[in-house]
């Protein structure tokens, strides 16, 4: 049973462009959580999905940010006009039906902004 | 707003002997407290997670940590270190009650000196 799968590992982009991040759940999860680790800081929530909905975006940056998880493919958290202090690791975890269950993590997108 | 401290970023030591790794949280009325582990080029596991009830919770592999409340600390010791016990650990608190909105400490790598 594969884990969570981020991809890609590594993304450079220049300021203005446009980040796409991906999370495929393990399989049977049906929720989706995204945090961001900022230089030197711990990871901090941004928001948690389920399939075609956003229960809690209250981690979320007002502007630029978005996330979606349709009913099919994985999750992804869009990033418009990306600044340098985008510039982090951003880890995906899942989880089976209960919000309350055990997160499981994938190992990250290292996002660069140059 | 909920912080976690890990003081010590790095904490190396020599193979079989003991080790502690710090935290210390923002008090709260109520307090879910955790400790997740990453293994080089993987994503975050959880270790071990204090609730409620007693206050020293164990992992399956020898860690343990105690939950004080007085000194707001959930310190993470193992009595004999191993080498494959070299990775980063990620104290983390929650005040909703669920494993989701969880904030994390900015990490301890724990190199293990054979």
């Known amino acids: 049973n594969a884990g969570v799968m981020q991809n890609p590992r590594h993304l450079v982009r220049r300021r203005g462009q446009e980040a796409r991040l991906r999370c495929s759940p393990m399989?049977?999860?049906?929720?989706v959580y995204w945090y961001r680790q900022l230089p030197e800081e711990g990871l901090k929530f941004m928001v948690y999905?389920?399939?075609?909905?956003?229960?809690?975006e209250s981690g979320m940056p007002k502007e630029r940010f978005s996330a979606e998880f349709p009913k099919e493919g994985p999750s992804i958290l869009r990033i418009q006009q990306v600044v340098r202090g985008d510039s982090a690791a951003y880890f995906c975890?899942?989880?089976?039906?209960?919000?309350?269950?055990?997160?499981?993590f994938g190992s990250g997108t290292q996002l660069s902004v140059l | 707003a909920q912080s976690v401290t890990q003081l010590d970023s790095q904490v190396p030591v020599f193979e079989e002997a003991p080790v502690e790794l710090r935290c210390n949280y923002s008090s709260s009325v109520s307090v879910y407290l955790f400790w997740y582990v990453q293994y080089p080029n993987q994503g975050l596991q959880l270790l071990l997670k204090y609730l409620s009830g007693s206050t020293l919770v164990e992992s399956i592999n020898g860690f343990e940590a105690e939950f004080n409340k007085s000194q707001t600390s959930f310190h993470l010791r193992k009595p004999s270190v191993h080498i494959s016990d070299t990775a980063e650990y990620f104290c983390a608190v929650s005040y909703s009650g669920g494993y989701q909105k969880v904030t994390f400490g900015t990490g301890t790598k724990l190199q293990v000196i054979p």
């Open positions: 975890a899942s989880s089976p039906q209960s919000r309350d269950e055990k997160l499981f």
């Open positions: 399989k049977g999860h049906s929720h």
């Open positions: 999905l389920q399939k075609e909905n956003i229960i809690d």
